[in-house]
């Protein structure tokens, strides 16, 4: 069991890191490097839309490796999800900028971006799966999925301590030039790590026990007869998708725009980091004592709270407020993170368990991941408030306590 817990959270962190070196350099570098042409607002308004293309690819990987994981098996295809993120993230650090190759760098960037968002589609249920698998009848069931659901906080911490490193150790012009490339291309380092741990994993026992002899395609499963819990599984996680945006990487955005360093953003990106790593366990935890659905729609209404202090606590531009304010902000989000890795699995049968959860987690990053940071640049360039993004949040947080409340678990 902690094999499986392990290898999870590890391979997952990989995923998430991959993820996230993307986010801060569509933030801080590519508008620079790969739409230098234009105006500044239009190039950073494309670099984060080449941002959120991952997200809409996200349920195209939840339905292919959903297939193949509901069909022959959880392990194997998960190993080839961390496979084709590693390699998706290594080329990006190998691309040509504006300068050199025009616009040719910009198409290949967006390309890679649509495989990093198969493959991180594949990823989290499945790696969900194994531990909850592996942990079917234990009562610790939610705080041991509740460990891979920590590799969401360690890739950003990851991600944001190596670009913080990258950026204090070189000047402007090196750090757009290779400088940028460094967290890239130090991701191969890590797939092999995460490729060895889940090769010396055993198959999910229950995955074994169901082997279906007739073929089935899970997604017509799903889509016949599991299209309830797919849509209130979307509504649950799109919530705390478009939380996590506002609480770590839109200050990326809000601070400079306040007139902070961008470094400065860096550090509170990695303050709110650890403070979801304090909050996932203890929540996790909470989950098995009381139930997810509790632990969820408490969560919810945490955040809808904390989401207009943060905003104040940013606009004081006190980097002590501001670094406090985003500890709690991600302790508290993690109240509506740490139960989803044994929520959404239990919302589907074994059969189409991969399938089911892959969508429901990973189509809702098309109304979070995807369009939020568009909507919180919009909001901020309509209205010059960080209080309209609150706003925005706190309608996407009802929907999040509405849709876990209507939720029926199977075990």
Known sequence: MLRVTLAGMVG????????????????LIFPRVFFSQMSPNLALLLSLVTYGVAFIARPLGAVIFGHFGDRIGRRDVL???LVLMGASTFLI??????ATAGATGAYLLCLLRVLQGIALGGEWGGATLMVSEYAKGSRIKALLGSIVQMASPLGFLLAGGMFAAVTS???????????????????????????YMRLHLAESPEFLQMQQ????????EVARNHLKP????????????????????????????????????????MAAAVGQMCGIPLFGYLSDRHGTKRVLAIGAVLNIVWCFAYVYLLDTMQLPWIIAGAFVALFLLAALWA???????????????YTGTGLGFQAAGILGGALAPTICLMLLNRFDSGY????????????????????????
């Open 388 to 411: 309209a993004v609150a706003l925005y949040l706190c309608a996407t947080l009802l929907v999040a306590l509405w849709c876990t409340i209507r939720t029926e678990l199977r075990y």
């Open 339 to 353: 139960p989803l890795a044994a929520h959404l699995p239990a919302l589907f049968p074994v059969n189409v368990r």
């Open 169 to 195: 150790l070189t000047t402007e012009a090196q750090l757009l030039d290779w400088g940028w490339r460094i967290p890239f291309l130090l991701s191969a380092l890590l797939v092999g790590v995460g490729v």
């Open 93 to 98: 650090g190998c691309l040509p900028d504006y």
């Open 230 to 269: 797919v849509l209130l599984a979307v509504g649950t996680r799109t919530g705390s998708d478009i939380a996590f945006y506002v609480f770590a990487l839109f200050p990326l955005v809000y601070l400079p725009h306040l007139g902070l360093p961008r470094e400065t953003a860096l550090v509170v990106g």
């Open 12 to 27: 997952t962190t990989l995923e998430f890191y991959d993820h996230f070196i993307y986010g801060s350099a569509a933030a």
């Open 213 to 220: 002899k007739e073929p089935v395609a899970p997604v017509l």
């Open 79 to 81: 190993v080839v999800a």
